[in-house]
């Protein structure tokens, strides 16, 4: 793949820049060219800052979100003990939440969904240790924030059985996206936009 | 962009890579969370690799390769000495016309193409030491590999007024690509393609 440059060191670097989501052999070579070009403002720091993240970079032990200590600053920010946990199914939709910035309490990462297919049980998923936190937190509410697939509705039901009565349990509500045009909207996104109608 | 992490070296990676040609905030944050989940197979050799070709890749001296010493291995390689140059405008361009292993010469890497428009003229394009390779390595033909762009068309007729008669200047044929569908070429391809057409 790499093979045409004959230099080790810079082939090796773009079979693995290759690896990376959404990059291919051929954005990868493009990155790692710009990358040469501007080694001193760029690969350096570059080389530097994934250092400082192997080796510092770790899961919160309670709610799974991505941190350089056993605590994630979600969690060690007293101000967001406030009774609510959204649970995600992973920690790049936790950050998507917090962009919004609207949600002001604690998160609980599954690491992904339920799964019969994939083998993926309860056990993988941290769902034993939201039960722990809902109780040792004394939170009032669960709000539901996963995937609107069939695998992420799937785990929204089996985490609210678990959770019981004793927990007010709710999720995103689904309908059309802000900006989004209904020629463009699939059937089922319809379908539940208009049952979940409301007065105008 | 990376704020929603709220931890420093995890957003400082993200900017950093948000910077490479190809990756936006949203890619970026994507690969970063996949390298910190396989910190120890993929982040920690990516951060060591990078440090390798940072602190080694340096440009050819001959021919403006990218390499890992003052010469690059196909200015090494007393083989490639064929009495061929092919004149490319980027090190991308090389690498490309290696993979398709089919040219046995060596290569000159100009840095990009002539352009009144971004004040780039002969001098910033390493044209005076490929007139002095010319003479140095008793080049017999020199195949101009530039792009067929205005600006690499600007470039190849200044280059091979340069050389003069004492060398046979070549350049790549135009034509369909192979694979090519007519109903997708634009004019100027089939156009250059049927001046160019020959006996079947």
Redesign the interface.
Known sequence: MGA???????D??ID??A?????GPR?A????????KH?GR?????????????D??RECLNCGN???ADL???CQNNARANGQICVVG???DL??M??SGVFKGRYHVLGGTLSALDDIGPEELRIPKLLDRVVSEHVSEVVLALNATVDGQTTAFYIAEQLGEGVEVTSLAQGVPIGGELDYLDDGTITAALKARRKF
């Open positions: 045409a440059t004959d230099t080790g060191a810079i090796a670097l693995l820049m690896r990376l989501p959404g990059l954005s070579r493009r990155a790692v060219l710009h990358l040469v080694r760029q690969l350096a720091p570059l080389a530097e800052a994934m250092r400082t993240v192997a510092t970079a991505i941190g350089t994630c600053p979600i992973d920690v790049a950050w998507a917090e962009r």
